[in-house]
């Protein structure tokens, strides 16, 4: 799948495209009803089909010190719309010019002079433009000036209300894992380069691989079952730690997951860690000894979860 950049050219070969945007964050059955949307209408012309997402995420940008939110990496999310149809990513980098950009300027600018769509599809509530002041109504008007046409999708709704990228994440910081998993289709996952740790795991018969949560929003912290995604294409079990190992001196926050029946170095692997189950809060332990047991137990309840999964 191709990936572009709004600061470089488009190939000719994508000029004419039909263009999903939004920012896609979590990829979750709203923002695939858009992309969906925008796939169909450009197989149905003989188009290019694009998925548009912005990189940093607007709300980095105007509140730089706010908690970490992501849902997806760039890589994450060009495998999803790679997955679903789309021919190409857009990554829109947010930046100060961008948000200084009225909304007549971005159609203008952005969408018809610089990328060459002549279609758009968003969801029913994006807005875009200097103070958010471009809407699906404005695209229309300012947009058919130049012949750019556009479609919108209504939200998608549950029993609970409109699914939303508020709502997956709600549903994460409760340990809510299967809860998650029914608004994105698919398990939260997160995906990072295993760290060299001090080997503490491995010492008491339980190695992890280690992961930096980086930029990605942190569910409860606690115990999970979870599945890895090796580069080599297996799938295997395992228990995971997420939290700041408060039993252990200095406390560092980390993704310490156990994969089962595994022995081989990890180190410097790409994984994604595929969150399935909450098992417990994490905890203190009066000694190294109690916390074993309990993580021995923690290893039993996660295989007979994940024995119908891999």
């Given at each position: 799948?191709?990936?572009?950049?709004?600061?470089?050219?488009?190939?000719?070969?994508?000029?004419?495209?039909?263009?999903?945007?939004?920012n896609?964050?979590?990829?979750?059955?709203?923002?695939?009803?858009?992309?969906?949307?925008?796939?169909?209408?450009?197989?149905?012309?003989?188009?290019?089909?694009?998925?548009a997402?912005?990189?940093?995420?607007?709300?980095?940008?105007?509140?730089?010190?706010?908690?970490?939110?992501?849902?997806?990496?760039l890589?994450?999310?060009?495998?999803?719309?790679?997955?679903?149809?789309?021919?190409?990513?857009?990554?829109?980098h947010?930046?100060?010019?961008?948000?200084?950009?009225?909304?007549?300027?971005?159609?203008?600018?952005?969408?018809?002079?610089?990328?060459?769509?002549?279609?758009?599809?968003?969801?029913?509530?994006?807005?875009?433009?200097?103070?958010?002041?471009?809407?699906?109504e404005?695209?229309?008007?300012?947009?058919?000036?130049f012949?750019?046409?556009?479609?919108?999708?209504?939200?998608?709704?549950?029993?609970?209300?409109?699914?939303?990228?508020?709502?997956?994440?709600?549903?994460?910081?409760?340990?809510?894992?299967?809860?998650?998993?029914?608004?994105l289709?698919?398990?939260?996952?997160?995906?990072?380069?295993?760290?060299?740790?001090?080997?503490?795991?491995?010492?008491?018969?339980?190695?992890?691989?280690?992961?930096?949560?980086?930029?990605?929003?942190?569910?409860?912290?606690?115990?999970?079952?979870?599945v890895?995604?090796?580069?080599?294409?297996?799938?295997?079990?395992?228990?995971?730690?997420?939290?700041?190992?408060?039993?252990?001196?200095?406390?560092?926050?980390?993704?310490?997951?156990?994969?089962?029946?595994?022995?081989?170095?990890?180190?410097?692997?790409?994984?994604?860690?595929?969150?399935?189950?909450?098992?417990?809060?994490e905890?203190?332990?009066?000694?190294?000894?109690?916390?074993?047991?309990?993580?021995?137990?923690?290893?039993?309840k996660?295989?007979?979860?994940?024995?119908?999964?891999?």
């Open positions: 799948m191709i990936r572009l950049d709004n600061r470089a050219p488009v190939p000719d070969s994508l000029h004419g495209a039909i263009v999903a945007l939004g896609f964050d979590g990829f979750h059955q709203g923002h695939q009803a858009v992309v969906g949307e925008a796939i169909a209408w450009a197989r149905a012309e003989g188009r290019p089909a694009i998925v997402t912005f990189d940093p995420h607007p709300v980095r940008l105007f509140q730089p010190d706010a908690p970490p939110f992501r849902l997806t990496t890589d994450q999310r060009q495998d999803l719309f790679e997955a679903a149809g789309a021919d190409a990513m857009l990554v829109l947010f930046d100060r010019l961008m948000a200084s950009m009225s909304a007549g300027e971005w159609i203008e600018q952005v969408l018809v002079r610089q990328l060459g769509v002549v279609g758009v599809v968003t969801g029913e509530d994006f807005t875009f433009g200097k103070a958010r002041g471009g809407n699906p404005v695209l229309r008007e300012v947009g058919g000036r012949g750019l046409t556009n479609r919108t999708v209504a939200a998608v709704h549950d029993q609970y209300g409109p699914i939303s990228s508020s709502r997956v994440r709600e549903a994460l910081v409760a340990g809510d894992c299967e809860g998650a998993a029914r608004l289709t698919r398990p939260f996952a997160v995906r990072g380069v295993v760290q060299h740790g001090n080997k503490f795991g491995r010492q008491m018969g339980f190695p992890t691989a280690n992961l930096d949560m980086a930029k990605y929003l942190r569910p409860h912290y606690g115990i999970y079952a979870v890895g995604h090796f580069p080599d294409g297996r799938r295997i079990p395992g228990a995971a730690n997420l939290g700041i190992r408060p039993t252990i001196q200095p406390p560092v926050e980390l993704l310490e997951p156990h994969f089962f029946d595994v022995s081989e170095d990890m180190y410097d692997l790409e994984i994604e860690v595929a969150f399935h189950h909450f098992l417990r809060p905890a203190k332990f009066a000694s190294i000894e109690e916390m074993m047991t309990q993580i021995a137990r923690d290893c039993v996660a295989r007979e979860l994940l024995a119908k999964v891999v």
